[in-house]
């Protein structure tokens, strides 16, 4: 590599923030030959590529590499903050009797579907609706809504949560969420919902 294009590349990756992701076309106001400048920073390790036309500038801790934040890796993928993530291990927090641990991040938004590897981690797209905000309230929907997913006994997990939302365990707005309930939630559980609030004739 020629003096000149060396410090070209330098510049370049020195006006850039370590730990951030950066997309492609965010960098073609730096480079006339943005393509091979990619290729260059990336084989002197100046850049890393994430794929998908993603890449980080990469931040270290010692001598350990720090991974790049992954709503901002999905952020920039998607080109919106429009989207929510997710684990099936986030019911866990409920305390229903939950203890499998789960690996696979989901990606609720209106843009991708399918999985995707986005830098060492693989995410799953999935085109579902999803609220703006009260998203704790939302997440005790979603468990209903992925309840034969979360490998426990359906039936014991039914009988806890009902126990639980009785007595009010959680510091949550009940009535949000029985109307996230009627907006996101299956038909069956809309239904059930409406039973646990005695609708339908059936005793809460």
């Known amino acids: 590599m ?4 060396e410090l070209r590349l330098d510049n370049l990756a020195k006006g850039l923030q370590s730990g951030r992701v950066y997309r492609a076309s965010e960098l073609e106001r730096y480079s006339n030959s943005l393509g091979r400048d990619l290729r260059l920073l990336v084989d002197t390790k100046k850049l890393r590529s994430l794929g998908k036309g ?3 500038k990469p931040e270290k801790l010692g001598d350990m590499e720090l991974s790049p934040d992954s709503k901002e890796v999905v952020s920039k993928f998607l080109g919106s903050n429009r989207f929510l993530m997710r684990n099936m291990s ?3 927090s409920f305390g229903l009797g939950l203890t499998q641990m789960f690996k696979d991040t989901f990606v609720y938004n209106s843009k991708r579907t399918g999985k995707i590897k986005l830098g060492n981690r693989e995410y799953h797209f999935v085109n579902r609706k999803f609220p703006k905000d009260h998203h704790d309230e939302f997440l005790l929907v979603d468990l ?5 997913a979360v490998g426990e006994n359906k039936e014991r997990l039914k009988e806890n949560f009902e126990d639980a939302w009785k007595r009010r365990v ?3 707005d009940y009535e949000k969420v029985y109307d996230l309930s009627q907006k996101y939630g299956k038909n069956w559980v809309k239904r059930y919902f409406r039973k646990l609030r005695g609708e339908d004739g059936v005793p809460a």
């Open 90 to 92: 986030d019911f866990n």
């Open 170 to 172: 959680w510091p949550l």
């Open 2 to 5: 020629n003096q000149n294009r």
């Open 144 to 148: 209903f809504n992925n309840l034969d």
């Open 54 to 56: 993603l890449y980080v």
